[in-house]
């Protein structure tokens, strides 16, 4: 039996986020899948670049660092805003005959539901902050941290801001299954609009609802879902999993 990675998984963060998280999450998945976070200008260890405003910009750069890897088997997941992006990148690597063979999406809801709060992304800090607090948007170690927040402010602005002003343009659906997962606390999203997700492919849809709020990610009950699903999709892809234990790296260039 091979214990080579045979499904690349290109991640990519809630706003403002980074690479990081994302690397210590090969740990929880099986032996059969390879971590690919992807770093945004501006992010995490990019953080000198400047920041991509307007989501055509960013879908371009999503796309660029899959690059040539889109012609081996890949799956993408995203979290929050990194859902709204790996779904836009997927129907452009779509277009261009190379698309995933899985999307994995979670803490939004489908991208033709209505956006789920009062948009506050044009609010000075303080309104934005606060804003950010009522909609659960904040990881707590961040909150506690006044400075360090300070300084992250800007990109996840941006990011927000990309998701506030979205508009689901029409188009042909894709055709890879989707996996949706939700954190049942989650006030950003409810699972009739998660399961709207469905209405984006022609491909198998599935919903998985764990605990937790929008930061459910970093959950061992979801990290045990996502290695599961992933598990499934090698079985019907006739793959064979190996052992526990995949290999991570960052994509930043």
């Known amino acids: 039996m091979t214990t080579d990675p045979q499904l690349t998984l290109f991640c990519l963060a809630h706003a403002g986020g980074s690479a990081h998280p994302y690397i210590r999450l090969a740990a929880d998945l099986p032996d059969h899948v390879t971590v690919v976070p992807l770093e945004l200008p501006g992010h995490g260890t990019r953080v000198r670049e400047p920041l991509l405003h307007g989501l055509t910009a960013l879908t371009e750069e999503a796309v660029r660092l899959i690059g040539e890897r889109r012609h081996e088997p890949y799956a993408i997941f995203g ?3 990194g859902s709204l ?13 190379t698309p995933p063979q899985l ?12 956006l789920s ?8 800090d303080d309104g934005f902050v606060q804003g950010l607090q009522r909609i659960g948007g904040l990881p707590e170690a961040l909150l506690a941290e006044p400075e360090l927040l300070k300084f992250y402010l800007p990109a996840i602005r941006a990011d927000l801001r990309v998701v506030e002003t979205y508009s689901h343009a029409p188009g042909a659906r894709l055709t890879v299954p989707v996996a949706a997962f939700a954190g049942r606390k989650d006030v950003l999203t409810d699972a009739s609009s998660m399961a709207a997700w469905s209405r984006i492919t022609t491909g198998v849809f599935d919903l998985t609802l764990v605990s ?12 045990a879902a996502l ?26 260039e």
Do not use: C, D, K, M
């Open 85 to 97: 992006l790996g779904y836009e990148a997927s129907r452009v690597l779509t277009a261009q005959g």
């Open 103 to 114: 999307l994995l999406v979670s803490g939004r809801n489908g991208p033709t539901e209505p």
């Open 227 to 252: 290695s599961t699903r992933l598990t499934r999709f090698a079985a019907t892809a006739g793959r064979i999993p190996a052992a526990r234990g995949a290999v991570a790296r960052a994509v930043a």
């Open 212 to 223: 937790g709020g929008h930061f459910f990610i970093q959950e061992p009950e979801f990290r």
């Open 79 to 81: 979290h929050s805003f």
């Open 117 to 124: 709060h009062r948009p506050f992304h044009h609010l000075p």
